[in-house]
């Protein structure tokens, strides 16, 4: 008889957006004359940039025409002129980046979840709480043994490495979501030592290091010495480019990445990866591929940052309300993403429902993220200019 995989009914049965959904559309039902803001879900709002749209277009007639028509691609890794775009754009800011290191995905969600593959089952892995929820889930999937970093207000939700710990692999994503903080290079240097020394592997997040506005501040973790010898980085035009719905993201594997095995012979986690993907993975489609490099040109920069520009504004807004209020919170400057302390000492849901039912406000109960999400609640800046101003206005009429 067939043997499900049980490490899924150890899980936790309601993903938070579901859950979020339920209580939004319950009350919507008993309220329909309310004019609900969404401040919840980390999507993006603005159009993609017209040079992608324009790439995009030339490579659906490029298809269209036997003689530039293209199959599979060969590697499944990304066309070249994609990958060399991506290095070129890490050396831009000083990231130590080769275009063949670069793997092309369908963003970085997919990658963020299948990289446990080529590891083992017994390694041990830390996770900073809170934290994005695909680390967590797609771990406890395989069945293994997940322990924590505490982020919180003491450290300014950004959680620091602790010698007395033995981790293996250790996720860490900056800027954050949820908490918005961000590492700078000293405190991302200690982790880089960290894992170095143990033999571990960090595997870092950079899907929102469009939004670092700070010179001095990491983009990524390969401008941090060291860190070619233990980590592996996902990023993805999602939130950068407002690809959410289109699907590109990269993921970088230095070639100096390697781990012995238990045979004494040193493998290349880059080597490992490609067989994982050659097994299980065809590629990205040309168009899309085509409005990825797009986006990497000097004209196709400019767009976007217009839209991050746009965000950052509406990140600003909700920000000065906070301080106004006298609310703690982090993230805003060099994030999308607004942690705030729940005002009364509330808990996280029932500032949920507060604001849903008080201010017709939707945003995202930090209890969702991990236990140190407790009495914590996240906005996201990517809605509508005019509807983050009208949820401010109602958010400062609160009564607490
Ligand atoms: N990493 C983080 C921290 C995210 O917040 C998200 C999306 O919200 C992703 C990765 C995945 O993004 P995508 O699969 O759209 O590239």
């Given at each position: 008889m067939v043997k499900i995989n049980e490490n899924f009914l150890k899980m936790q049965k309601n993903y938070l957006f579901i859950e979020i959904a339920k209580r939004v559309t319950a009350f919507s039902q008993a309220h329909p004359e309310a004019d609900i803001i969404r401040m919840g879900i980390g999507d993006v709002t603005m159009p993609i940039a017209p040079v992608a749209v324009e790439a995009m277009k030339k490579a659906a007639d490029e298809l269209g025409v036997k003689e530039t028509f293209r199959g599979y691609e060969d590697s499944g890794a990304g066309y070249d002129f994609l990958r060399e775009a991506v290095a070129g754009y890490y050396q831009s800011f000083g990231a130590d980046v080769k275009a063949d290191e670069v793997r092309i995905n369908d963003g970085a969600k997919s990658d963020c979840g299948n990289i446990v593959d080529i590891f083992g089952d017994g390694n041990t892995i830390l996770i900073t709480d809170p934290a994005y929820p695909v680390y967590v889930d797609t771990n406890l999937m395989s069945g293994r043994k997940v322990i924590y970093a505490d982020s919180n207000e003491q450290n300014g939700f950004a959680a620091m490495p602790d010698e007395s710990v033995d981790a293996d692999i250790i996720y860490l994503c900056s800027p954050n979501n949820p908490t918005g903080s961000?590492?700078?290079?000293?405190?991302?240097?200690?982790?880089?030592?960290?894992?170095?020394?143990?033999?571990?592997?960090?595997?870092?997040?950079?899907?929102?290091?469009?939004?670092?506005?700070?010179?001095?501040?990491?983009?990524?973790?390969?401008?941090?010495?060291?860190?070619?010898?233990?980590?592996?980085?996902?990023?993805?035009?999602?939130?950068?480019?407002?690809?959410?719905?289109?699907?590109?993201?990269?993921?970088?594997?230095?070639?100096e990445l390697t781990v012995k095995a238990s045979d004494g012979s040193e493998v290349s986690l880059a080597q490992l990866w490609n067989r994982r993907e050659g097994s299980k993975f065809n590629g990205v489609s040309y168009p899309v591929q085509r409005a990825a490099e797009a986006i990497f040109t000097p004209e196709g920069q400019e767009q976007i940052r217009v839209n991050i520009d746009y965000y950052r504004e509406n990140a600003k807004i909700i920000s000065s309300t906070l301080d106004e209020m006298g609310i703690y919170y982090t993230g805003g400057k060099n994030s999308p993403y607004i942690w705030l302390k729940c005002p009364g000492g509330m808990g996280s849901w029932e500032f949920f429902d507060k604001l849903l039912s008080e201010a017709n406000v939707v945003g995202t109960p930090g209890a969702g993220f991990g236990k140190n999400g407790e009495g914590f609640f996240r906005l996201t800046a990517f809605g509508d200019r005019e509807r983050t101003k009208e949820a401010m206005e109602r958010f400062k009429a609160l009564k607490f």
């Amino acid at each position: 008889m067939v043997k499900i995989n049980e490490n899924f009914l150890k899980m936790q049965k309601n993903y938070l957006f579901i859950e979020i959904a339920k209580r939004v559309t319950a009350f919507s039902q008993a309220h329909p004359e309310a004019d609900i803001i969404r401040m919840g879900i980390g999507d993006v709002t603005m159009p993609i940039a017209p040079v992608a749209v324009e790439a995009m277009k030339k490579a659906a007639d490029e298809l269209g025409v036997k003689e530039t028509f293209r199959g599979y691609e060969d590697s499944g890794a990304g066309y070249d002129f994609l990958r060399e775009a991506v290095a070129g754009y890490y050396q831009s800011f000083g990231a130590d980046v080769k275009a063949d290191e670069v793997r092309i995905n369908d963003g970085a969600k997919s990658d963020c979840g299948n990289i446990v593959d080529i590891f083992g089952d017994g390694n041990t892995i830390l996770i900073t709480d809170p934290a994005y929820p695909v680390y967590v889930d797609t771990n406890l999937m395989s069945g293994r043994k997940v322990i924590y970093a505490d982020s919180n207000e003491q450290n300014g939700f950004a959680a620091m490495p602790d010698e007395s710990v033995d981790a293996d692999i250790i996720y860490l994503c900056s800027p954050n979501n949820p908490t918005g903080s961000v590492y700078t290079k000293d405190q991302l240097k200690a982790w880089v030592d960290y894992a170095v020394k143990r033999g571990s592997v960090i595997i870092f997040d950079a899907a929102y290091e469009a939004f670092v506005s700070e010179e001095d501040l990491p983009r990524s973790i390969f401008q941090i010495e060291g860190a070619r010898k233990c980590a592996i980085e996902m990023c993805s035009l999602s939130k950068t480019a407002g690809f959410t719905g289109v699907r590109c993201g990269y993921t970088v594997i230095p070639s100096e990445l390697t781990v012995k095995a238990s045979d004494g012979s040193e493998v290349s986690l880059a080597q490992l990866w490609n067989r994982r993907e050659g097994s299980k993975f065809n590629g990205v489609s040309y168009p899309v591929q085509r409005a990825a490099e797009a986006i990497f040109t000097p004209e196709g920069q400019e767009q976007i940052r217009v839209n991050i520009d746009y965000y950052r504004e509406n990140a600003k807004i909700i920000s000065s309300t906070l301080d106004e209020m006298g609310i703690y919170y982090t993230g805003g400057k060099n994030s999308p993403y607004i942690w705030l302390k729940c005002p009364g000492g509330m808990g996280s849901w029932e500032f949920f429902d507060k604001l849903l039912s008080e201010a017709n406000v939707v945003g995202t109960p930090g209890a969702g993220f991990g236990k140190n999400g407790e009495g914590f609640f996240r906005l996201t800046a990517f809605g509508d200019r005019e509807r983050t101003k009208e949820a401010m206005e109602r958010f400062k009429a609160l009564k607490f």
